[in-house]
């Protein structure tokens, strides 16, 4: 009797569990999993957590914010709340972006709220970055732009033609985000040795080895939890905080889950990367953003029913599967960006040449180079080693853009000093542009294609219609 | 058979609408009323006929029985439903516009790269209009060149002859064309369409617009609508000795449907008639012409015969080259 008693309760506990599971299947949330930890005795019922991730974010954001507040002389001060952003550790950081408005309240206002003593130094990549001059690191790189951020005006270097709020802002995209999750938690962390699924991932923690590991992957992407159930748009219109919805509450509503009136960074708002892949993906040609965040949730579904046992080669087969789909999405998301601004540097330079340079043409050419290389940066902080198209794309878009006296910044001397030498103009450059999408088009398929300065001619195309007609005199 | 069905509803009996209402092509509808107009004001104004006079005449060479009835013209039109799921199934198989255009965009930045938006500060009309001229005259001598070819090049003109076996002309012998001709001419609209874009756009680094009415470059758009579709009929309209050596008029084009041996490979221009001046070709029109539309059966076939029309031109072009080696093998 005692036997049968167990039995029936065994089964209610495995019925209830695969209730848990189908909730989350159902809905598509990357909210709630179940603990799968042995004995794990604390008072956690969801052994999802990626809060470091979470504020990671809003450090990286409240660094580009703080990038563009120079005031054109070297400002130590300034350097040093951008250097506790990047890779202090201090208690009390405010969020200074995203901050929240009366459409659109976010919960948080600190860093603290979501997790404490948090850097993005320490996670930025540690590999020799080869699209810029001396053999810089990535922290080393970032570090470099910092000190110019802080005596630059507005975060610009007119004469050079750096906007450094851009460039810290995209590589870390990619030389933190992109670079933990496909060189990191979805590479070696799914090894069989690495972050084991049968312990927890540390003492006393509510989830395993490999759970946490995929779902701090999942907080770096940076999408809502419910990203599922939100269209491109709606995920994008989130990370816009409502200027781009109509009504602007809108936004508030699409990422407002749990209906508390405000938007917890945490789970509700959309970040960069994820913003990015989302932003692609609004123009219908492609679906990075969803790829990505059902191969997470396919992904998190099997470690759940994996019951916090050791992964089988088949299971962890599977994740890398999911891993694959991620990274490549990813990557492609990526090259999507370089291939943008790189045809808006080219209709830039376009206007730059048809009507001359002026403060305002000069100040969106520099801002878009900086999204360009900040992005072509990000694209090489990746698990494997671009070779051929990498080396294309860095004498392509060079180590700083070409100014209308065709100066250009071919190296940075010893005591941080750019050098500048004359380039062959900004004809030639336009056609580098060109090429940079030609060879993003060959070598990495990118498909949405924005701002394709070649797209235009499909157009024009079209407008002649097909000519296919045995219409003939 | 699902398949099928799609492609009749989405693919063929939209694009055999399209024909008609397009006005890209040459016989939509606007056209085809702006010639009956024409052909009106035509002999009122010009004929000096009363308004039934008037209107008996165009009845008679637009509308008339012998003409719709008559065995050419009902080749025509089933020509016209033949060639539509033709062209709609070999045209995809072609050169892909996009590819060939990008491709000679690309390799005019190689070799001229030093050139690329060079005329990028011109005034902002100018590209629009350059463009728009230069494809039209571009368009419209590779047309004369070809449709040249196709007259001169015996083993071209098996195909072309299936046009010419016409008896009587309506506008809708412009579809009375062996399908070989129809994707030679695609061809050409490719060509034609890639030079001039990828030409343009390495030259403004950007994207032009074409002038236009309705969607339709503006002159195109104004050869068409001033009675393009009387080029194909019964109904004589001259533009007089000094405006026919720069355009084509009906009564030209007529007569380059003579089967006449006087009028025999002259005026092969489709709008502009300077080609067909330059090229010594030209036969200005005479007032009150009387022309025999056709071409000598010498084998006597019946040129209104699907089977003959499509097939043929084959077993022609087989003779012909035989001929080639045969010769080639006697001078040996």
């Given at each position: 009797m005692?036997?049968?008693?167990k039995?029936?309760?065994?089964?209610?506990a495995?019925?209830?569990?695969?209730?848990?599971?189908c909730?989350?299947?159902d809905t598509?949330?990357?909210?709630?999993?179940?603990?799968?930890?042995?004995?794990y005795?604390?008072k956690?019922?969801?052994s999802?957590?990626y809060?470091?991730?979470?504020?990671r974010?809003?450090l990286h954001?409240?660094?580009k914010?703080?990038?563009?507040?120079?005031n054109?002389?070297?400002?130590?001060v300034?350097?040093?709340k951008?250097?506790?952003?990047?890779?202090?550790?201090?208690?009390?950081?405010?969020i200074?972006?995203?901050?929240g408005s009366?459409?659109?309240p976010?919960m948080?206002?600190?860093?603290?709220?979501?997790s404490?003593?948090?850097?993005?130094?320490?996670?930025t990549?540690k590999?020799?970055?080869t699209g810029?001059?001396n053999q810089?690191t990535g922290?080393d790189?970032v570090?470099?732009?910092i000190?110019?951020?802080?005596?630059?005006?507005?975060g610009q270097?007119?004469a050079n033609?750096?906007?450094?709020?851009q460039?810290?802002s995209?590589?870390i995209?990619?030389?933190v985000?992109?670079?933990?999750?496909?060189?990191?938690?979805?590479d070696?962390?799914?090894s069989?040795k690495?972050?084991p699924?049968?312990k927890?991932?540390?003492?006393?923690a509510?989830?395993t080895?490999?759970?946490?590991s995929?779902?701090?992957a999942?907080g770096?992407?940076?999408?809502?939890?419910?990203?599922?159930?939100l269209?491109?748009?709606q995920v994008y219109e989130?990370?816009k905080?409502?200027s781009?919805?109509?009504p602007?509450?809108n936004a508030l509503?699409?990422?407002?889950?749990?209906?508390?009136?405000?938007v917890?960074?945490?789970?509700?708002?959309?970040?960069?990367?994820?913003?990015?892949?989302?932003?692609?993906?609004k123009g219908?040609?492609?679906?990075?953003l969803?790829?990505?965040?059902?191969a997470?949730l396919d992904?998190?579904l099997?470690l759940?029913?994996?019951?916090?046992?050791?992964l089988?080669?088949g299971?962890?087969?599977?994740l890398r599967a999911y891993?694959?789909?991620?990274?490549?999405?990813?990557e492609?998301s990526?090259?999507e960006a370089?291939?943008?601004y790189?045809?808006s540097v080219?209709?830039?330079l376009?206007?730059i040449k048809?009507?001359?340079?002026?403060?305002?043409?000069l100040?969106?050419?520099?801002k878009?180079w900086?999204?360009?290389?900040?992005?072509s940066?990000s694209?090489?902080?990746?698990?494997?080693?671009?070779?051929?198209?990498?080396?294309?794309?860095?004498?392509?878009i060079?180590a700083?853009?070409?100014?209308p006296?065709?100066?250009?910044?071919t190296d940075i001397?010893?005591?941080?000093?750019?050098v500048?030498?004359?380039s062959s103009g900004?004809?030639n450059y336009?056609?580098h542009?060109l090429?940079?999408?030609?060879?993003l088009i060959?070598k990495m398929?990118?498909?949405?294609?924005?701002n394709?300065s070649?797209?235009?001619?499909?157009?024009?195309l079209k407008?002649?219609g097909s000519?296919?007609a045995?219409e003939?005199? | 058979?699902?398949?099928?069905?799609?492609?009749?509803?989405t693919d063929?009996?939209?694009?055999l609408?399209?024909t008609?209402?397009?006005?890209?092509?040459?016989?939509?509808?606007?056209?085809?009323?702006?010639a009956?107009?024409?052909?009106l004001a035509?002999s009122f104004f010009v004929?000096?006929?009363?308004?039934?006079?008037?209107?008996r005449?165009?009845?008679?060479q637009?509308f008339?029985?012998k003409?719709?009835?008559?065995?050419s013209?009902?080749?025509d039109?089933l020509?016209?439903?033949?060639?539509?799921?033709i062209?709609l199934?070999?045209?995809?198989?072609l050169?892909?516009?996009?590819?060939?255009?990008?491709?000679l965009?690309y390799?005019l930045?190689?070799?001229?790269?030093s050139?690329?938006?060079?005329l990028i500060?011109?005034p902002?009309w100018?590209?629009?209009?350059?463009?728009?001229?230069f494809?039209?005259?571009?368009?419209d001598f590779?047309?004369?060149?070809?449709?040249?070819?196709?007259h001169q090049?015996?083993?071209?003109?098996?195909?072309h002859?299936?046009?010419?076996?016409a008896?009587?002309?309506?506008p809708f012998?412009?579809y009375?064309?062996?399908p070989?001709?129809?994707?030679?001419?695609?061809?050409?609209?490719i060509?034609v369409?890639?030079i001039?874009i990828s030409?343009f756009?390495?030259?403004?680094?950007g994207?032009?617009?074409?002038?236009?009415?309705?969607?339709?470059n503006?002159?195109?758009f104004l050869?068409n609508?001033?009675?393009?579709?009387?080029?194909?009929?019964?109904?004589n309209?001259?533009?007089?000795?000094f405006?026919?050596?720069?355009?084509?008029s009906?009564?030209?084009?007529?007569?380059h449907?003579s089967?006449s041996?006087?009028?025999?490979?002259k005026?092969?221009?489709?709008?502009?008639?300077?080609?067909?001046?330059?090229?010594?070709s030209?036969?200005l029109s005479?007032?009150?012409?009387?022309?025999?539309?056709?071409v000598?059966?010498?084998?006597?076939?019946?040129?209104?015969?699907?089977?003959i029309i499509?097939?043929?031109?084959?077993?022609?072009?087989?003779k012909?080259?035989?001929?080639?080696?045969t010769?080639?093998k006697?001078?040996?």
């Amino acid at each position: 009797m005692k036997q049968y008693k167990k039995l029936g309760l065994l089964s209610s506990a495995v019925a209830l569990l695969s209730v848990a599971a189908c909730t989350t299947m159902d809905t598509g949330m990357y909210g709630s999993f179940p603990i799968t930890v042995k004995n794990y005795s604390g008072k956690s019922t969801n052994s999802v957590s990626y809060t470091g991730q979470i504020a990671r974010h809003t450090l990286h954001e409240s660094l580009k914010k703080l990038a563009g507040k120079g005031n054109g002389k070297s400002n130590p001060v300034l350097k040093a709340k951008m250097m506790s952003y990047y890779a202090g550790k201090d208690a009390g950081r405010t969020i200074l972006s995203p901050t929240g408005s009366a459409s659109f309240p976010i919960m948080q206002s600190g860093v603290d709220q979501i997790s404490k003593k948090k850097n993005l130094a320490g996670k930025t990549y540690k590999g020799t970055i080869t699209g810029m001059p001396n053999q810089m690191t990535g922290p080393d790189l970032v570090k470099f732009w910092i000190g110019k951020a802080s005596s630059a005006k507005k975060g610009q270097d007119q004469a050079n033609g750096y906007d450094y709020p851009q460039l810290i802002s995209k590589f870390i995209m990619g030389a933190v985000f992109y670079n933990q999750v496909v060189d990191g938690y979805l590479d070696e962390n799914l090894s069989a040795k690495k972050k084991p699924n049968n312990k927890p991932y540390k003492k006393g923690a509510a989830y395993t080895g490999k759970e946490h590991s995929w779902d701090e992957a999942f907080g770096y992407f940076g999408a809502p939890a419910h990203v599922m159930s939100l269209s491109a748009k709606q995920v994008y219109e989130i990370a816009k905080k409502g200027s781009k919805s109509t009504p602007k509450s809108n936004a508030l509503a699409y990422a407002d889950i749990n209906k508390d009136g405000k938007v917890n960074l945490y789970g509700e708002m959309t970040h960069s990367p994820a913003y990015y892949a989302a932003s692609f993906d609004k123009g219908g040609k492609t679906s990075y953003l969803k790829n990505i965040s059902k191969a997470f949730l396919d992904g998190r579904l099997l470690l759940a029913s994996a019951g916090g046992k050791t992964l089988s080669d088949g299971q962890r087969e599977k994740l890398r599967a999911y891993a694959a789909v991620i990274e490549s999405n990813w990557e492609k998301s990526l090259a999507e960006a370089v291939f943008k601004y790189a045809g808006s540097v080219y209709k830039d330079l376009k206007s730059i040449k048809a009507k001359g340079s002026n403060a305002k043409s000069l100040k969106n050419y520099i801002k878009h180079w900086g999204e360009l290389k900040g992005f072509s940066l990000s694209l090489q902080a990746g698990r494997k080693n671009l070779g051929e198209t990498a080396v294309k794309l860095n004498r392509l878009i060079g180590a700083g853009p070409v100014m209308p006296n065709s100066s250009q910044v071919t190296d940075i001397d010893s005591k941080g000093n750019y050098v500048k030498s004359q380039s062959s103009g900004i004809d030639n450059y336009m056609l580098h542009m060109l090429k940079v999408q030609k060879l993003l088009i060959d070598k990495m398929g990118v498909t949405a294609q924005s701002n394709n300065s070649v797209a235009n001619m499909g157009a024009m195309l079209k407008s002649l219609g097909s000519g296919a007609a045995a219409e003939n005199d | 058979m699902e398949n099928l069905v799609s492609w009749l509803v989405t693919d063929y009996f939209s694009g055999l609408l399209d024909t008609f209402v397009d006005p890209k092509k040459r016989v939509s509808i606007v056209y085809l009323a702006s010639a009956i107009i024409l052909a009106l004001a035509w002999s009122f104004f010009v004929n000096k006929k009363n308004k039934n006079q008037a209107l008996r005449q165009v009845i008679k060479q637009l509308f008339s029985k012998k003409i719709w009835f008559s065995p050419s013209v009902r080749t025509d039109l089933l020509m016209v439903v033949i060639n539509r799921a033709i062209m709609l199934t070999f045209s995809p198989l072609l050169l892909s516009r996009i590819a060939l255009t990008t491709g000679l965009f690309y390799l005019l930045n190689d070799y001229f790269g030093s050139s690329h938006g060079i005329l990028i500060s011109l005034p902002y009309w100018a590209a629009p209009f350059g463009y728009t001229l230069f494809l039209f005259f571009f368009d419209d001598f590779t047309r004369f060149l070809v449709h040249k070819a196709f007259h001169q090049i015996p083993f071209l003109w098996t195909i072309h002859k299936v046009h010419h076996s016409a008896e009587y002309l309506t506008p809708f012998t412009v579809y009375r064309t062996h399908p070989l001709e129809g994707i030679i001419f695609t061809l050409r609209s490719i060509f034609v369409q890639a030079i001039t874009i990828s030409f343009f756009v390495f030259l403004f680094a950007g994207k032009i617009d074409l002038v236009s009415i309705y969607g339709v470059n503006f002159l195109l758009f104004l050869f068409n609508v001033t009675g393009a579709n009387l080029r194909h009929s019964h109904f004589n309209i001259s533009y007089g000795t000094f405006l026919e050596k720069f355009f084509i008029s009906p009564a030209q084009h007529q007569i380059h449907h003579s089967v006449s041996e006087k009028h025999r490979d002259k005026n092969f221009g489709a709008i502009l008639a300077i080609w067909d001046l330059f090229g010594k070709s030209l036969c200005l029109s005479r007032p009150n012409q009387k022309i025999k539309f056709g071409v000598k059966n010498i084998e006597n076939l019946d040129l209104n015969k699907i089977s003959i029309i499509y097939i043929y031109p084959f077993i022609e072009m087989g003779k012909s080259i035989l001929e080639i080696v045969t010769r080639t093998k006697k001078v040996q």
